[in-house]
Each structure stands twice: as C-alpha cells, then as structure tokens.
Nanobody, 128 residues
Framework: QLQLVESGGGLVQPGGSLRLSCAAS????????IGWFRQAPGKEREGVSC????????KYAESVKGRFTISRDNAKNTVTLQMNSLKPEDTAVYYC?????????????????????WGQGTQVTVSS
C-alpha cells in the first residue's frame, strides 16, 4: 500500500510562506493523483488542492486560490504545496493523500473518498 510522508510544516507569521512536501516510500508517485487536505481543531477536514498523476489537472479550494500552488517533481518523487501569504485561518494539520487508477491520470477530486492512501499529517501554525 502506498505510504505517504508529509514534511515542511511549522510556525510562520501572517503573510509568510511555507513549502510542504509529500513523499512516497517504496512507490513511485508518477501513477498517483495527490491531494492536500487540512483539518483545524474543531472543524471538519477540507480539501485544499489536488493534482492529477499526469500533472495536467490541478484544483484549489476558493480560500487558497492565488496563494497556494501545487506541483509535482517526478524525478524527486515528491509533490509540493507552496503556500504564500499565509493567514491565521490557514492554521491546521495538513495531510497529503494519494489516488491511483486510470481516472487519476487525468483528473482529481477534492473529496476524501477519492483518495485511498493518507499520510500522518504535518502541523502548520500561522501566528504572530
């Protein structure tokens, strides 16, 4: 089963940037759509962004459009979420998730049920 590991979380001031990475252990990510989700205390998990396995399709939540960028580097076997202009409301545990299959080659859907493999999460805290 695909095992995913997130890294890059931390504490940052409002307006700052962080770069999250999602790496796979023992698998190549080339064949998986990858999604980023987040969950803040007391709130439901929400989709942030996703990218198809081909890289040709990306999606973003309205709340992060223009601030976050998802990309994949198949040579490094990682998917990155670049987060700029961070706000306190971006504070959450961020998870990456993987989805295989033919459909994942050309699209992704920002719902939990689309993804079958999940990482353990990385904490992002935006505070002054």
């Amino acid at each position: 089963q695909l095992q995913l590991v997130e890294s890059g979380g931390g504490l940052v001031q409002p307006g700052g940037s962080l770069r999250l990475s999602c790496a796979a252990s023992g698998f190549t990510l080339d064949y998986y759509a990858i999604g980023w989700f987040r969950q803040a205390p007391g709130k439901e998990r929400e989709g942030v962004s996703c990218i198809s396995s081909s890289g040709g399709s990306t999606k973003y939540a309205e709340s992060v459009k223009g601030r976050f960028t998802i990309s994949r580097d198949n040579a490094k076997n990682t998917v990155t979420l670049q987060m700029n202009s961070l706000k306190p409301e971006d504070t959450a545990v961020y998870y990456c998730a993987g989805a295989g299959g033919v459909l994942a080659q050309r699209m992704c859907i920002m719902t939990s049920t689309f993804f079958g493999s999940w990482g353990q999460g990385t904490q992002v805290t935006v505070s002054s």
